[in-house]
């Protein structure tokens, strides 16, 4: 008895994994191609941070979403069919793999029909809880940047689709009411000839004197599963982050790593098929039960189904395993494609500090020119008005630390300065509009405003000079005040390609202006990912200062920030090519070790 039951479970077991394993190389390759068509649709051709929930949260995602339910439901009844019939192939002495296969694609139809019918069921509940959910949602965070996307980029079409699920909402209490009573159709249909109607109606008697019981007991898994799942999730969680440190720091991580995803993986299909046989037992056995009791169907007819063709199985076989040698072969090259949809390495631009970092003394204009000359986009710069109305780029209030003057900036005319280097023959600082005049057609310029006074001048007189140039510009400052200024001075004549950024060096709360300019220019001893996430979601932009190492480069290019502003401009191009010369594996992983750090 041991024997045959460890021989029938072994078995079962083989034959689900060659379901699932079926499923996943048919499917997979028709998830990945509807996945990119519907980014495509939507306008992303890479989701990450932002462009994931905007994604996820638009009517698009849900359809994504709604496939990948009904998907889920239609996997989750057909491999505990395979495990239905070979509970019926035990009761009969008959233990053949090949004969649930073809008894599954012989039944394929039948079985589709139920197996659809209750998957729509449940992907329309889905689609109502979503709907009022995303509506809830919106009424408590209601202040929260997500609103965005809520809100803003596709209300006209979320009404559609608010409209569309409560016109389903009657069809959808029409199959959950009925679905108890169907529920034993989908044994039944692998075992009678007989048409749907016919067999729905078996079904229902079947199911009516244990209707009640149906509903509990599945209320009964369903909370199971779920607290079964919360426990797993946690302690994987909790495993997962130092496993990430080890399987990031090792070089000889390959062996270790592979041989914990087959483990992993091994666990995940055992667990699996436990689920899918305590669910297909009870479903066969209640059948076999009712049967039996209310003699509505008797033992030769029951098993009627299981009798196969036998001159089909060679046929039915070679069809079977060539429709997954093709499936496989078409999923591992849409696999291939499909990776580079999946931003683990960023774009993040690189942006030189103060003209072009360490190199060249600061805020000089061969500094600008070796900016240039690396490729890269965009430089930073300091400005401050001088007592003539001049715009200087000079970082500090006096010329103490360049040259050992103590002349003030903002009290001295531009020619005091020009003097003060002369006399030590050195280059003076530069003025922004010849540096504009020579160099803006070439590198973006971030222009950082300073003042060491109340004065709003350098506002005034900037939103005099930007008006007069058409390249991609970037105004940014500390100083509140004086970047509101400049705003509200350029609010009817402001450059198509003009942004604003506000600096944050230190932040407790939030400044009403960090909604309203484009960009926000934070600190990385401030800045986590959420924080990252925060930002985008508004659809700003997130530079990072002043990273000088290639740690915290990869890092934050890694989490997805749109640009660094660094002393060492070279390192971070160096860095960007590491990143982009890493295994999509290795990014992965070094992505998901950042994210979970933070």
Same mark, same amino acid.
């Given at each position: 008895?041991?024997? !045959? ?5 072994? &078995? ?10 079926? #499923? ?27 462009? #994931? ?9 849900? /359809? ?101 699920? /409560? ?8 199959? #959950? ?21 016919? /067999? ?29 799942? +919360? ?52 479903? $066969?056995?209640?059948?076999?039960? &009712? ?40 999923? $591992? ?20 500090? !103060? ?46 630390? @360049? ?22 023959? #050195? ?23 300073? !003042? ?20 991609? @510009? ?23 390609? /003009?942004?604003? +950024? ?22 990385? &001893? ?26 915290? @480069? ?33 990014? +992965? ?10």
């Amino acid at each position: 008895m041991w024997h !045959r039951l460890k021989a029938s479970g072994l &078995q079962m077991l083989a034959s689900f994994v060659l379901v699932r394993s079926a #499923l996943l190389t048919l499917f997979v390759p028709f998830d990945l191609w509807i996945t990119s068509k519907l980014m495509s649709f939507y306008g992303v051709s890479a989701i990450a941070n932002q462009e #994931l929930l905007s994604f996820l949260l638009s009517p698009v995602g849900l /359809l994504l979403s709604l496939w990948f339910v009904t998907q889920l439901s239609f996997a989750f009844f057909v491999e505990h069919s395979a495990i239905s019939i070979l509970l019926a192939q035990h009761d009969l002495g008959k233990r053949s793999i090949l004969d649930t296969f073809g008894l599954i694609l012989q039944r394929s139809w039948r079985v589709a029909k139920v197996v659809i019918t209750q998957s729509i069921g449940i992907s329309l509940l889905f689609a109502s809880l979503v709907w009022c959910g995303r509506w809830i949602f919106g009424l408590m965070l209601n202040d929260w940047d997500i609103n965005y996307y809520l809100s803003n980029q596709v209300s006209t079409l979320w009404i559609a689709v608010g409209l569309l699920v /409560l016109i389903t909402l009657p069809t959808v209490l029409l199959v #959950l009411r009925y679905w108890a009573s169907w529920w034993l159709a989908l044994p039944l249909s692998l075992f009678q000839n007989c048409s749907q109607w016919e /067999l729905f109606k078996q079904a229902r008697r079947l199911s009516s004197a244990i209707y009640p019981h149906i509903v509990l007991g599945h209320i009964a898994w369903v909370f199971g599963r779920v607290l079964f799942a +919360a426990v797993l999730a946690s302690t994987m969680l909790f495993a997962l982050e130092p496993i990430l440190h080890w399987a990031t720091s090792d070089p000889e991580r390959y062996p270790w790593l592979m041989a914990a995803s087959l483990l992993l993986l091994g666990l995940a299909m055992l667990l699996s098929f436990v689920d899918r046989f305590v669910y297909a037992s009870c479903q $066969y056995y209640v059948l076999r039960l &009712q049967t039996k009791r209310l003699k509505l169907v008797s033992e030769q007819a029951r098993f009627v189904g299981l009798k196969q063709n036998t001159q089909r199985r060679v046929l039915l076989s070679t069809v079977m395993f060539a429709l997954i040698g093709i499936a496989a072969f078409n999923g $591992y090259a849409d696999v291939r494609n499909f990776v580079h949809h999946l931003q683990t390495d960023s774009s993040g631009s690189v942006t030189a500090h !103060r003209a072009g970092g360490f190199k060249y003394s600061e805020n000089s204009e061969q500094g600008i020119q070796y900016a240039i000359e690396l490729g890269i986009k965009s430089t930073e710069i300091d400005v401050q008005i001088t007592n003539d109305g001049q715009i200087v780029v000079f970082h500090d209030r006096d010329l103490g630390r @360049m040259i050992g003057n103590s002349l003030i900036v903002e009290n001295a005319d531009y020619a005091d300065i020009v003097n003060a280097y002369a006399e030590h023959d #050195l280059t003076p600082p530069p003025l922004l509009a010849d540096l504009l005049d020579q160099y803006a057609p070439s590198i973006e310029f971030n222009i950082e405003m300073k !003042r060491y006074n109340q004065s709003t001048a350098l506002a005034i007189a900037l939103a005099e000079l930007l008006p007069n140039y058409t390249e991609a @510009m970037i105004v940014s400052s500390l100083d509140v005040e004086l970047l509101s200024s400049i705003m509200s001075k350029l609010e009817s004549n402001r450059p198509t390609n /003009l942004r604003f +950024a506000l600096i944050y060096a230190a932040s407790v709360g939030e400044v009403e202006l960090e909604r309203d300019v484009d960009i926000l220019m934070v600190s990385d &001893q401030w800045l986590n990912a959420w924080r990252i996430l925060e930002i985008q979601q508004r659809d700003q932009e997130v530079l990072v200062w002043t990273i000088n190492n290639a740690a915290g @480069m990869q890092r934050l290019f890694l989490l997805g920030v749109d640009g660094i502003i660094t002393d060492e401009p070279q390192l971070a191009l160096e860095t960007k090519a590491r990143i982009k010369e890493m295994d999509f594996s290795d990014r +992965a992983l070094l992505t998901l070790r950042y994210w979970m750090s933070l």
